[in-house]
């Protein structure tokens, strides 16, 4: 079936590097890829989104870039903050865009 | 005002029992999610509503039911409760199909003992 895989499960930066997280998906019909912030003990928030018809795109320090013939996209953080510290989730549309699947997060800690 | 709400936030009750959570959303969205999230933050989708009307029902038991009395709530009730079903459910909306922004609640946690 359907599946979007995550990488890595942890990511641990210094206050100023970069953080990359990659994901692969496997169903070619996706069209839409967000990426959600999930702070602990709250409900995930949007903070990117990419459509197959655009490989990059970018909001402040945070870029996202897509690569649809490999089935890979990114999520790029420069200038870490500590504030950035959360679990970051990958997803992808599905089943005609009725719904999302998500990969399975990853733990982002930036340590000042 | 919240935009999506959910009651309560903690749930503690014992295996065999029925409980249910509240969603409600004020955003006007035609569009509302079930999700669960396991202890290892996998999340998962269980429910999707269009307009009051089913759309995806996944591989969830049948202990579990969505309802919809109108477009702004969508609770779900789940009967005979079992300790695999402790997670934190968290109830989602988008103003339109999943291609496009999902707004979250703050979750509900459920604790099954």
């Known amino acids: 079936g359907e599946n979007v895989e995550q990488h890595p499960s942890t990511l641990s930066v210094q206050e100023g590097d970069s953080a990359v997280i990659k994901c692969t998906y496997s169903?070619?019909?996706?069209?839409?890829f967000p990426w959600y912030k999930q702070e602990l003990g709250k409900g995930p928030q949007l903070i990117i989104d990419?459509?197959?018809?655009?490989g990059e795109k970018k909001d402040q320090r945070i870029a996202v870039t897509l690569n649809k013939t490999a089935k890979h996209f990114s999520l790029h953080i420069t200038e870490t903050q500590p504030e950035d510290s959360a679990v970051y989730f990958c997803?992808?549309?599905?089943?005609?865009?009725?719904?999302?699947?998500f990969g399975k997060g990853t733990t982002l800690s930036v340590s000042s | 005002d919240t935009a999506v709400s959910q009651t309560p936030k903690y749930l503690v009750t014992q295996m065999g029992n029925d409980k249910s959570i509240k969603c409600e959303q004020n955003?006007?969205?035609?569009?509302m999610y079930w999700y669960k999230q396991d202890s290892k933050k996998f999340l998962k989708i269980m429910f999707s509503?269009?307009?009051?009307?089913?759309?995806i029902n996944e591989t969830v038991p049948n202990r579990f039911s969505p309802k919809s009395p109108d477009k702004a709530h969508l609770n779900l009730h789940i009967n005979s409760l079992e300790l695999g079903d402790s997670a934190v459910y968290f109830c989602?909306?988008?103003?339109?199909?999943?291609?496009?922004?999902?707004?979250f609640g703050p979750g509900t946690r459920l604790t099954v003992t």
């Open positions: 989602a909306t988008s103003a339109g199909q999943a291609s496009s922004e999902q707004y």
């Open positions: 169903d070619s019909a996706s069209n839409y």
């Open positions: 990419i459509r197959s018809n655009v």
């Open positions: 997803a992808a549309e599905y089943q005609a865009g009725t719904a999302l699947i």
């Open positions: 955003l006007g969205h035609d569009t």
């Open positions: 509503y269009n307009n009051k009307e089913l759309i």
